[in-house]
T-cell receptor, first 111, second 114 residues
Framework: DTGVSQDPRHKITKRGQNVTFRCDPI?????LYWYRQTLGQGPEFLTY????????KSRLLSDRFSAERPKGSFSTLEIQRTEQGDSAMYLC?????????FGPGTRLTVL | DAKTTQPPSMDCAEGRAANLPCNHS???????VYWYRQIHSQGPQYIIH???NNETNEMASLIITEDRKSSTLILPHATLRDTAVYYC???????????????FGQGTILTVHP
């Protein structure tokens, strides 16, 4: 399968712990996006990379959140000191020019 | 990007055509209309996009009015597996200086029933 992959698919953690998610985009896609989706809502944009450069961050991305794409290929999203409000589906998408394609998402549950 | 308006929910009988409307009255000349769908607990799935001409692919057809203020996504023979939330999104040309940040609304919950 050559689509966007995300790991893990599910994560359960206790409040205050740190978590890290990984996204592997479609090969040769230079654009990578992170979104967050809470229950009953559409996905909300978090941040965008073009190659290794992080070019935009949403106000939703508090200082507890950090994203990287060190070699312009895979990306990681880290949440420090998780809170119950961080419980959501975290989605990654990639594109070359016109059509962003999404991965299956990582569902985070903070207890 | 222009705001889009969709009905919150629609029903369709299996085997019949599902016609999902979308209003985007403030769409600008360089904004495409994109459609995605999301089946429960999965990532959004790209369906189709267009600028001003009608488009068709193996999944669906997209009909855009001449004034581009509205569009309709057509699933020609809906199946139970088409039950999902369908999102209509206006997005400036994702090439060039735009970078393809999608702004999702609430979408339309399509329920296909036997």
């Amino acid at each position: 399968d050559t689509g966007v992959s995300q790991d893990p698919r599910h994560k359960i953690t206790k409040r205050g712990q740190n978590v890290t998610f990984r996204c592997d985009p479609i090969s040769e896609h230079n654009r990578l996006y992170w979104y967050r989706q809470t229950l009953g809502q559409g996905p909300e944009f978090l941040t965008y990379f073009q190659n290794e450069a992080q070019l935009e961050k949403s106000r939703l991305l508090s200082d507890r959140f950090s994203a990287e794409r060190p070699k312009g290929s895979f990306s990681t999203l880290e949440i420090q000191r998780t809170e119950q409000g961080d419980s959501a589906m975290y989605l990654c998408a990639s594109s070359n020019h016109r059509v962003p394609f999404f991965g299956p998402g990582t569902r985070l549950t903070v207890l | 990007d222009a705001k889009t308006t969709q009905p919150p929910s629609m029903d369709c009988a299996e085997g019949r055509a599902a016609n999902l409307p979308c209003n985007h009255s403030t769409i600008s000349g360089n904004e495409y209309v994109y459609w995605y769908r999301q089946i429960h607990s999965q990532g959004p799935q790209y369906i189709i996009h267009g600028l001003k001409n009608n488009e068709t692919n193996e999944m669906a057809s997209l009909i855009i009015t001449e004034d581009r203020k509205s569009s309709t996504l057509i699933l020609p023979h809906a199946t139970l597996r088409d039950t999902a939330v369908y999102y209509c999104i206006a997005l400036a040309n994702a090439g060039g200086t735009s970078y393809g940040k999608l702004t999702f609304g609430q979408g339309t919950i399509l329920t296909v029933h036997p």
